[in-house]
């Protein structure tokens, strides 16, 4: 979403806009390790305060090999999105082929560097045919949030194992400021 | 959603506000009775006609002592919030004592006709999960049911405990509330 100052004189363009910024990179890779599946959102410094809220949404694919292996989920968040939390980790069957949403919404509750947000994240996904579904929610609450400092915001994905090259595919994400 | 008036000059503050309005107010519930477990945020009178609509999300989480115990997930809306429509009343099949789920709830509201005799459709979402192998995800509704947009509004997440063996204890964080048309 866009940052607008005081005296600045804003267009109709840009108060059209919606409260939302999307990125539709595709990140796709034989992960390992919990990664980036989309690209680092920024928080800025000083941006936030209490009752800033904020939802990040991502749609991709994971493409399971000729083995079945665990595939997870996760959020990454806080300077350089380098704290890691995990959503869920899922048994994927060979050959199986998952579509999949990830929702996070992060809520700032104490602003200030000994801040704290409520981190919040769901992952769904499903399998055609359809013999295969998971829905997982989990969070952090709350989690240590300086607002005082640049935060990141990213999804996080990978596999237990390269083992058969599973391939995850992340098409887009889309931040969306609601507060 | 922030609201302005012609010629109004607008600050910062005001511009950088999102595009919900939250409230982090805690609710806690420890009772069977349904009880608010969310703001009841207004949809005031004469605001809405058909196509309107509403999203609003609360995220929280529920803890179990000893005993797993069911537990009942509703909707209120209407005037006062006070009609309660059932998301899931979960068996406590679905839970394991001593342990934490966090949860979201999701609700939309479409004002599907206008005026004193209108209607609108309500559906809900509930998600939880733990660190275990507890999940729970289930959705629920009313279509096209009576909605009269003449008058006050209101919309809110309603909770109780199935039982309360064991002092299980449900606690909402906060919830956003989004006027989407």
Redesign the interface.
């Given at each position: 979403?866009p940052?607008?100052?005081?005296g600045?004189i804003?267009s109709d363009i840009n108060l059209n806009a919606?409260?939302?910024q999307v990125n539709n990179t595709v990140i796709s890779g034989t992960f390992t390790s919990p990664t980036n599946i989309t690209t680092l959102w920024d928080i800025p410094a000083n941006?936030t305060t209490?009752?800033?809220?904020?939802?990040l949404t991502a749609v991709g694919t994971t493409s399971m090999g000729t083995t079945g292996l665990n595939t997870q989920w996760g959020i990454g968040y806080g300077p350089n999105a380098a704290t890691q939390f995990i959503i869920?980790q899922e048994a994927q069957p060979a050959s199986a082929v998952w579509y999949y949403t990830v929702t996070v919404?992060v809520?700032v509750?104490i602003g200030g560097s000994g801040g704290q947000a409520?981190i919040?994240g769901?992952i769904?996904a499903g399998q055609i045919p359809n013999n295969s579904v998971v829905?997982?929610?989990?969070?952090v609450?709350?989690a240590a949030w300086n607002t005082t400092v640049d935060n990141k915001l990213s999804i996080l994905g990978n596999f237990s194992a390269s083992t058969g090259t599973p391939v995850f595919t992340n098409n887009c994400s889309v931040l969306?400021?609601?507060? | 959603m922030a609201v302005y008036a012609a010629g109004q000059v607008v600050n910062s503050a005001e511009l950088n506000t999102g595009t919900g309005q939250v409230d982090q107010t805690a609710f806690t519930v420890s009772v069977t009775a349904l009880t608010q477990a969310s703001k009841l945020w207004d949809i005031p009178a004469l605001s809405t006609t058909g196509g309107s609509s509403f999203r609003l999300t609360v995220i929280g989480k529920f803890v179990f002592g000893t005993t797993a115990v069911g537990n009942n997930w509703y909707m209120g809306w209407g005037p006062s919030g006070a009609t309660q429509t059932e998301i899931v009343q979960a068996s406590s099949s679905n839970y394991t004592a001593s342990t934490t789920m966090h949860f979201t709830v999701i609700m939309h509201l479409v004002v599907n006709v206008g005026g004193a005799s209108g209607s609108a459709s309500l559906f809900g979402t509930m998600a939880s999960g733990d660190t275990g192998s507890d999940s729970i995800t289930w959705t629920n509704g009313a279509i096209q049911s009576a909605f009269n947009t003449t008058v006050d509004n209101g919309m809110m997440f309603l909770y109780g405990w199935a039982a309360i063996t064991g002092g299980p204890v449900l606690t909402s964080y906060f919830s956003i509330f989004e006027r989407l048309s």
């Open positions: 979403m940052q607008y100052l005081d600045q804003v919606n409260g939302a941006s209490s009752r800033s809220a904020f939802r869920d919404w809520m509750n409520y919040m769901q769904r829905n997982w929610t989990l969070g609450l709350p969306e400021r609601l507060g | -």
